[in-house]
């Protein structure tokens, strides 16, 4: 298995708005979710919409729009819907790889 990436991409619709390529290393999974999340309230949200993402949840000014969610197959992390950042890890040609499996 050779070096990998984290690519981070951000898209407005099918159009791609940011894309940058890290080591693996310079980010923790914990780091890459505070930066999508960042990411996404900068690329998209105003500052109500911010607020209600941090608040508590089931209140009455809460919303889901920082939530961070991670796909079950794949080495990706996501955020935001329009628009919508992702961080995978990949290798050295951009290539994802499925999880494997763990049994």
Not at 44 to 60: C, D, H, K, N
């Amino acid at each position: 298995m050779g070096k990998r990436y984290w690519l981070i991409r951000g898209h407005d619709g099918s159009k791609t708005i940011f894309e940058k390529q890290v080591g693996l290393g310079q980010f923790s999974e914990e780091q890459i979710k505070h930066l999508l999340r960042a990411l996404t309230a900068k690329a998209g949200l105003t500052f109500g919409e911010i607020v209600g993402a941090y608040a508590r949840r089931r209140t009455t000014i809460s919303n889901q729009l920082l939530a961070v969610h991670k796909d079950f197959n794949y080495p990706t992390y996501m955020c935001g819907s329009d628009p919508l950042f992702t961080a995978s890890v990949v290798d050295k040609n951009g290539k994802i790889h499925r999880n494997p499996v763990k049994g």
